[in-house]
């Protein structure tokens, strides 16, 4: 656009100012109730977020050297995940014994002959059996 | 992020010609001042955490979009209307009659008070608003961003959803068709 375009586009922009001088009271009153009610809606500022380091185990990130209670606060947390761990492997240890226990009776029971007479109801038994003798 | 104060401020610098635009677009001072709040509290509601410098872009394309929503509306209104009543096309063209009949009316009362120079400009100011709301949509939004709202170029062309050189373009048209038609009735600005 050239220069008196320009000074055109100006003139009317004056003009149309101009006019806004022109508006009634209720249009300007409503405006006005509009813009309070716009503004009791305004989107709150969102907190800003910062990084911050922080140490999620306490006296990981220190010094030993430098702080001689950091040996114990790293201990208390040290000491119960050992014993947790040992009583998982003694509760898994114990619970294997059962188990040969309980295979080491029945094969004890079907060796000596101990058998209930439903057994030898069993199809499957049988066929064991004849396998067997074969 | 824009304070209360600044958005506040803001507000009431564009409001009025806010009002101004939408009454252009819809011709309706009852749906323009509706249309206004609704931009208003949708910018403060989703922006209002948004930089001051970039309340104005945001704002225009919130108030554009808003006069679009409008006439969707109303279409979809008019769709329904005219399926029940044959007679709508003739009532609305009774209606446009009749907001001219009350334009004309405040154009002469406000004038009727004035002295005769006041008079002769106040009729120059309605010639040139009228002249302004009989543009192409699009050639008006653009002027009325570029010139009255102050925004750059970039910014109208965002708040418009188009190029650069389109808002040139649309600028410029505005401009001369105008200016040819306020030339036709006899006023130099």
């Known amino acids: 656009m050239n220069t008196d375009d320009l000074n055109f586009a100006y003139k009317v922009r004056h003009a149309l100012n101009e006019k806004l001088d022109d508006l009634p009271a209720s249009t300007t009153d409503r405006l006005a109730l509009a813009r309070k009610a716009a503004l009791s809606r305004k989107k709150a500022d969102a907190p800003v977020k910062v990084l911050a380091r922080q140490n999620v185990l306490a006296g990981i990130a220190t010094n030993f050297f430098a702080e001689p209670m950091a040996w114990l606060t790293r201990m208390s947390v040290v000491i119960p995940l050992l014993l947790l761990v040992a009583g998982l492997t003694g509760i898994y240890q114990f619970e294997q014994e059962q188990r040969v226990a309980e295979l080491a009776e029945l094969d004890a029971a079907v060796l000596s002959d101990e058998l209930p007479l439903s057994a030898y109801m069993d199809h499957g038994f049988n066929a064991y059996l004849t396998k067997r003798e074969q | ?189």
Not at chain 2, 46 to 68: H, S, V, W
Not at chain 2, 77 to 103: C, I, Q
Not at chain 2, 122 to 145: G, H, N, S, T, Y
């Open chain 2, 1 to 189: 992020m824009a304070t209360d104060k600044e958005l506040s401020d803001f507000l009431e610098n564009v409001e009025r010609r806010a009002f101004k635009q939408a009454a252009y677009a819809v011709r309706k001072e009852e749906s323009a001042l509706d249309i206004v709040q609704d931009a208003m509290i949708k910018l403060a509601e989703k922006y209002g955490d948004k930089p001051a410098a970039e309340l104005p872009m945001l704002f225009q394309r919130i108030l554009q979009n808003t006069i679009l929503d409008y006439f969707r509306r109303e279409k979809v209104r008019n769709t329904w209307v005219s399926l029940f009543s044959g007679m709508k096309p003739a009532g609305d063209e009774h209606e446009d009659f009749e907001l001219l009949d009350t334009y004309e009316a405040e154009q002469g009362s406000s004038a009727a008070e004035s002295s005769a120079d006041q008079v002769e400009r106040a009729q120059i100011l309605d010639l040139i608003d009228a002249e302004v709301q009989k543009l192409p949509a699009r050639q008006r939004e653009a002027f009325l961003m570029r010139y009255w709202q102050d925004m750059d170029v970039a910014e109208t062309a965002e708040a418009m959803g188009c190029s650069e050189g389109s808002v040139k373009t649309h600028c410029s048209r505005a401009t001369h068709t105008l200016a040819e038609s306020l030339k036709a009735k006899g006023i130099k600005l």
